[in-house]
């Protein structure tokens, strides 16, 4: 069974930095794309990086382009996302999840972790 | 970066009802077309990819059609499950991704 489990996420002050984990079992981690998408509170869905299954490959979108890394630990089954200069708009559930191709689409989610950046 | 329009934004319907969600894109997408459904407080569950190939365990009265910039949501007899909020998702174009702005189906 796929399993994915984000942790990491907390209350942060503008200007912050924050890492979030997530822990991936039930599949071959190393040979899939995984992605970070994430929902700010009462709204709708928001892309936010992708990575290739061994790490060579990363695309991330115009507003986290230059503050956010993705990254991958494929020994450890564990996908990352480095959030810097947090704003007050990156308010949200961050969202781990599997990429499963042909036609990219995402076929599994882990259940969300809450970052708030407040003052 | 590609756009992606949904509509309507919400709608109220009956159990028993047919409904339609569209989105279209702002240039041409292939069949690089998913929807997924989100109820409150839980992760999103993919329901439709690469415009019209249903999920594995997603019931048939989901459907969907389209290609190019024009894709469609449809469900066939509204269950009562089935209200929630429906995102469509472009995954066309070097991997930068962007998702609808999401249909809330609530009870009439």
């Known amino acids: 069974e796929v399993q994915l489990v984000e942790s990491g996420g907390d209350l942060v002050q503008p200007g912050g930095s924050l890492r979030l984990s997530c822990a991936a079992s039930?599949?071959?981690?190393?040979?899939?794309?995984m992605t970070w998408v994430r929902q700010a509170p009462g709204k709708g869905l928001e892309w936010v990086a992708n990575i290739k299954g061994d790490g060579s490959e990363e695309y991330y979108a115009d507003s986290v382009k230059g503050r956010f890394a993705i990254s991958r630990d494929n020994a450890k089954k564990s996908l990352f996302l480095q959030m810097n200069s947090l704003r007050a708009d990156d308010t949200a559930v961050y969202y781990c999840?599997?990429?499963?191709?042909?036609?990219?689409?995402?076929?599994?989610w882990g259940q969300g972790t809450l970052v708030t950046v407040s003052s | 970066d590609i756009q992606m329009t949904q509509y309507p934004s919400s709608l109220s319907a009956s159990v028993g009802d047919r409904v339609t969600i569209t989105c279209r894109a702002s240039q041409s997408i292939s069949i690089h077309l998913n929807w997924y459904q989100q109820k409150p407080g839980k992760a999103p569950k993919l329901l439709i990819y690469g415009a019209s190939s249903l999920q594995s365990g997603v019931p048939s009265r989901f459907s969907g059609s389209g290609s190019g910039t024009d894709f469609t949501l449809t469900i066939s007899s509204l269950q009562p499950e089935d209200f929630a909020t429906y995102y469509c998702h472009q995954s066309f174009g070097a991997l930068t991704w962007t998702f609808g702005q999401g249909t809330k189906v609530e009870s009439k």
């Open positions: 999840a599997k990429i499963q191709y042909p036609q990219p689409h995402i076929d599994y």
């Open positions: 039930g599949f071959s981690f190393s040979n899939y794309w």
